[in-house]
């Protein structure tokens, strides 16, 4: 490490305060001198005596003559202080005064270690002996400590991973359970006819009335020359897990009618079409069912469209 560019913490600043505190005092004494001679002058006689005139003259020859050196002395020691070499002077001197610490402190370890040498060297070689098997025992007492809670870190680590591989166990049957296994639809002619049932929104949307009307109440309607679109209304339609004795009478009354009910289910609603599938099979009708993505919007009747077969 370079010693030479480290500027001492306070040696430039005591030179300096001590400059000032000169400058300072000799100006102090030029104003008490002036101040001491017109005071002398304003409580004399309008006609003082010639040699208190001459004196007062040799004051103030005085005081200007301090006050014209204290002004050269603080531009001498301004010029040296601002000066390169004065500067480096100063660092100088600050480095050899921090190197004097140090090889007073490495002087001082040097002894301090010449004396423990001095001190091992006149203990017993069996006391020092003792020592350091006890120091080993301490270390090997330490050693194994630390493999013993290695090992049971291990151990943990072990116990906690069985842990996580039987909750993944617990989770995955949870979910097994959780899921039903849906069984493919059967399909077969029928000569019955068709009534769809939108499911959407987690309710039942009936594209005919009982009477096999269209259901204007349920359902909006856009009828346009090829085509029907069919747009459930929100909030309308058959509740199926709160209005299940509507839900039933309806599908009794198609049953009567000789129908089958064409179910297309939206992904939203899939639990509620479990449901209703039972209702309907408990009412005696077949049904045939067909997922319906939302991505593909309202459910559109064409002349010729595709029919989910009845189960």
Avoid at 157 to 184: C, F, G, P, T, Y
Wanted: glycine share 4%.
């Amino acid at each position: 490490m370079s010693l030479r560019h480290q500027r001492p913490s306070d040696s430039l600043d005591m030179l300096l305060d001590t400059m000032c505190n000169t400058f300072g005092g000799i100006i102090m004494l030029a104003v008490l001198v002036t101040l001491l001679s017109s005071t002398e002058r304003q409580s004399s006689n309008p006609t003082p005596p010639i040699d208190t005139q001459e004196m007062l003259r040799r004051r103030i020859a005085i005081a200007e003559e301090n006050l014209r050196k204290a002004v050269e002395l603080r531009t001498t020691w301004q010029a040296k202080v601002e000066n390169e070499r004065w500067k480096e002077q100063v660092e100088l001197l600050a480095t050899r005064q921090q190197l004097q610490e140090e090889i007073k402190a490495i002087q001082e370890a040097a002894e301090q270690g010449a004396k423990e040498l001095d001190s091992s060297a006149s203990s017993d070689p069996a006391e020092r002996l003792k020592a350091l098997n006890a120091q080993l025992m301490e270390a090997q007492l330490r050693k194994n400590s630390a493999q013993n809670s290695l090992a049971a870190s291990k151990d943990n680590v072990e116990r906690l991973n069985m842990r996580i591989a039987a909750m993944e166990k617990q989770a995955k049957d949870l979910v097994d359970n959780s899921q039903r296994q849906l069984r493919l639809p059967k399909e077969h002619e029928t000569g019955k006819r068709v009534i769809y049932v939108i499911v959407r929104y987690g309710r039942i949307y009936p594209c005919r009335d009982s009477d096999l009307d269209r259901n204007e109440t349920d359902i909006e309607w856009t009828l346009n020359r090829s085509d029907q679109i069919a747009e459930p209304i929100k909030g309308k339609g058959f509740d199926p897990s709160g209005n299940v004795t509507g839900l039933s009478k309806y599908f009794r009354d198609l049953s009567q009618n000789s129908a089958y009910v064409a179910f297309l289910v939206f992904e939203d609603s899939f639990p509620e079409f479990l449901r209703t599938k039972q209702i309907a099979i408990a009412s005696g009708l077949t049904y045939g069912w067909q997922p319906w993505k939302l991505s593909r919007g309202a459910v559109t009747f064409v002349e010729d469209g595709y029919t989910p077969k009845p189960q």
